[in-house]
């Protein structure tokens, strides 16, 4: 539809980096999420991200599976190349992308019912394998194409929007990407931008799995029984011809947080999310000490934010893999095709 087209005109004094690119270079269409929504914020830190990276749109592949977050690639690295994947099929597809063209940066963009439901034997082989990708999840922990229900990654004793209690064990993505090998496992939030984008440069600039979870609240599903602006209430009082569905804009949730800080950042329902920074001598060298320092303040109901564990020496599956250093598709018929001889070696040597 023609509304979601930006104007092609541009200022001409917008700044350039060093590969001649503005910043509206690196966006894409205009945004269908809820206003306020988490997830806009971090579509924007990625492009604020790539545009300080000095990064060729035309070098970066973005993948997604299903849901709201995965619609996300639309907005953003418009002049990328991207694919849109079945739900929580996005790292395999990645995989297969990777090996095909190591070339090209790998950008994965998921979300919590896509990763940790449907798509959780895909994120964990993803990790365990080292496929040098840049895997974001945008965390709210509802399904919000479907009405808000809980997410594998909802906290036990939370409550929905009905006032339903949440009594399932939630799935900690960091706690798995750090058991299972991933190189680069940070952590973050959609309303504090300073943090988030160099958190991303450093996953695009990583030579392994690197994964970023970003805490990204839901606008959509915070009206509850009794509000007299709630959508059931004025369904209930009102005298209408349709049934048509309207997200009211909401303001955006930004913090602005020193290093070993704790915030308490109210929600749009009311509810508090307390956010703790890491601590300036904190060492995100050690992967055990990573998992023991994050449950540990888990217990005291803060959510750890920052860079947790990064390896400066990692590796990815083409250096397990031994693979071709040029992508598949410039290879010719004398190095797809060896000849007998090649063949054989390779049997004998599996022998």
Same mark, same amino acid.
């Given at each position: 539809?023609?509304?979601?087209? #930006? ?11 060093k590969?001649?690119y ?7 269409k205009?945004s269908?999420?809820?206003a ?37 690639? /639309?907005?953003?690295?418009g002049a990328?190349?991207?694919f849109?994947?079945?739900h ?6 990645? =995989? ?11 950008? !994965? ?7 940790a439901?449907?798509?959780l ?7 365990r ?7 974001i ?5 509802v399904?919000? +194409? =479907? #009405? !808000?229900?809980?997410?594998? =990654?909802?906290d ?26 991933a ?7 959609? !309303?504090? #931008?300073?943090?988030?984008?160099p +958190? ?62 704790v ?5 749009? /329902?009311?509810?508090l999310?307390?956010l703790?920074?890491?601590?300036? /001598? ?10 023991a ?6 217990e005291? !109901?803060?959510?750890?934010t ?14 397990? +893999? ?14 797809l095709c ?7 070696r390779?049997?004998?040597s599996?022998?």
């Open positions: 539809m023609t509304y979601l087209a #930006k104007p092609r005109l541009r200022h001409p004094t917008l700044a350039t980096n590969v001649g503005t910043r509206r270079d690196y966006e894409g205009i269908t999420l809820c306020g929504c988490g997830h806009d914020s971090i579509s924007a830190a990625i492009i604020e991200a790539c545009w300080e990276l000095d990064i060729e749109p035309h070098r970066v592949a973005k993948l997604s599976g299903i849901g709201c977050s995965s619609k996300t690639p /639309d907005y953003f690295l990328s190349h991207g849109n994947t079945v929580g099929r996005m790292p395999s597809v990645l =995989t297969g992308a990777n090996l095909a063209n190591r070339d090209l940066l790998y950008l !994965g963009v998921s979300g919590d019912g896509d990763s439901s449907i798509g034997g895909q994120f964990a082989h993803a990790m394998r080292g496929v040098r990708m840049a895997y999840v945008e965390n709210n922990g399904y919000g +194409l =479907t #009405k !808000g229900q809980f997410s594998a =990654t909802a036990q004793g939370s409550k929905s929007k009905k006032g339903v209690v949440n009594t399932d064990s939630p799935v900690d993505l960091v706690a798995m990407a750090l058991q299972l090998g190189s680069y496992v940070g952590r973050g939030f959609s !309303g504090n #931008k300073a943090q988030l984008v +958190l991303i440069k450093g996953a695009i600039s990583h030579g392994g799995a690197a994964f970023i979870d970003v805490i990204s609240p839901c606008v959509a599903f915070n009206n509850h029984p009794g509000s007299t602006k709630s959508y059931d209430y004025v369904r209930e009082h009102n005298e209408a011809v349709s049934r048509i569905d309207f997200i009211s804009g909401r303001e955006e949730i930004t913090v602005d947080m020193g290093a070993g800080e915030v308490d950042v109210r929600q749009h /329902d009311g509810t999310l307390r703790r920074s890491l601590h300036p /001598d904190y060492d995100p060298s050690d992967r055990y000490a990573a998992m320092y994050m449950q540990r303040h888990h005291m !109901g803060e959510v750890v920052g860079l947790l564990y990064v390896d400066p020496l990692a590796t990815d599956l083409h250096t397990a +893999l031994n693979t071709s250093d040029r992508p598949l598709n410039s290879l010719g018929p004398d190095q060896p000849g007998a001889q090649a063949l054989e390779l049997n004998n599996l022998r």
